[in-house]
């Protein structure tokens, strides 16, 4: 059985730093890419930053330059730092791994087939 689990949410100031990861389990997730989603209050899911097998990444304008994903294959584990943080950025952050192994960087939800289940991110201003 697949689970992912993220941690490292919590509350921070704006202009602060967070590091998120994303524990996989049940199966090797080195081929596949993974991703970082976020939700806030009475908005839609929107993709925040993705990184495919061979370690090409790509990230939503919002937070490029700010966020910085990255995976370490030995322990089946991707992390989201993200500095310079904005009131903007408070969400609950989902990570989500690709349902087939070598595609590009999956950007919208549907080409995901595993969740976890999400960590909250609050940033005061």
């Known amino acids: 059985q697949v689970q992912l689990v993220e941690s490292g949410g919590g509350l921070v100031q704006a202009g602060g730093s967070l590091r998120l990861s994303c524990a996989a389990s049940g199966r090797t997730f080195s081929n596949y890419a993974r991703g970082w989603f976020r939700q806030a209050p009475g908005k839609e899911r929107e993709f925040v930053a993705a990184?495919?097998?061979?370690?090409?990444?790509y990230y939503a304008d919002s937070v490029k330059g700010r966020f910085t994903i990255s995976r370490d294959n030995a322990k089946n584990t991707v992390f989201l730092q993200m500095n310079s943080l904005k009131p903007e950025d408070t969400a609950v952050y989902y990570c989500a791994a690709d349902a087939f192994q070598y595609r590009s960087v999956p950007v919208v939800g549907y080409e995901y087939k595993y969740w976890g289940q999400g960590t909250q991110v609050t940033v005061s201003s």
């Open positions: 990184i495919n097998w061979s370690g090409s990444t």
